[in-house]
């Protein structure tokens, strides 16, 4: 199946600072790419939709200039979380689909993102 | 919006049991109907899915069924085995215009005992 690559996969950053999250599909072309936030032992929690060459789509309660995120090219897209503080510690999880026939597919996840702010 | 409500949240089963998890969705407009296994520390993957123009898929001990009237689906897994214990996730994805955004359930810890 298809490959998407997260880079990196746990990172440890002081309060303040900003942490970047990289997502690259490998093997294919994703239009669309989807960050989520998972704390342990629930649910996946979508918080944006990415799409290339256009603005995210941030779901509700979602802070679009404290989650950045750029999807720059079809095989790339980025978040950044801007002066992360402890509440933010979380593991963000990317996920793209095929930029292939417009129905619904299988969504490819990346394999995690694991923040932990000091 | 889509609404996915998953039960049970945790199942215990002994090893060669089955194992069934539920959800209901809420859009009627929801064509596919992806289930997730998510290990713990790992990425989710897909087991197995089922688009709303079949009423049942299987694959070797994994099989779905899907009622669209009712809006619910289910998920079977037969003769567990210990490797089988994970989180499993189920979605639901109304189309979107060219794309889709699935709404993912809360899921499910199951537990498999040798």
């Known amino acids: 199946g298809a490959v998407v690559s997260q880079h990196p996969s746990w990172v440890i950053c002081k309060s303040g600072t900003s942490v970047k999250i990289e997502c690259r599909s490998l093997d294919f072309q994703a239009t669309t790419m989807f960050w989520y936030r998972q704390f342990p032992k629930q649910s996946l929690m979508l918080m944006a939709t990415s799409n290339e060459g256009s603005k995210a789509t941030y779901e509700q309660g979602v802070e679009k200039d404290k989650f950045l995120i750029n999807h720059a090219s079809l095989t790339l897209s980025t978040l950044t979380v801007t002066s992360a503080h402890p509440e933010d510690s979380s593991f963000y999880i990317c996920?793209?689909?095929?930029?292939?026939?417009?129905?619904?597919?299988?969504?490819?996840f990346g394999q995690g993102t694991r923040l932990t702010v000091v | 919006g889509e609404n996915v409500e998953q039960h049970p949240s945790t199942l215990s089963v002994q090893e060669g049991d089955s194992a069934v998890i539920k959800c209901t969705y809420s859009?009627?407009?929801?064509?596919?109907f992806p289930w997730y296994k998510q290990e713990l520390g790992k990425r989710p993957q897909l087991i197995i899915d089922i688009r709303s123009n079949v009423g049942e898929k299987k694959d070797q001990r994994i099989a779905v069924t899907l009622n669209k009237t009712a809006k619910h689906f289910s998920l079977h897994i037969t003769e567990t085995q210990p490797e089988d214990s994970a989180v499993y996730f189920c979605a639901a994805s109304p189309p979107s215009g060219g794309s889709y955004i699935p709404t993912f359930g809360r899921g499910t810890s199951l537990i498999v005992h040798p």
């Open positions: 996920s793209a689909r095929d930029a292939g026939p417009a129905t619904n597919t299988e969504a490819f």
């Open positions: 859009d009627s407009a929801s064509n596919y």
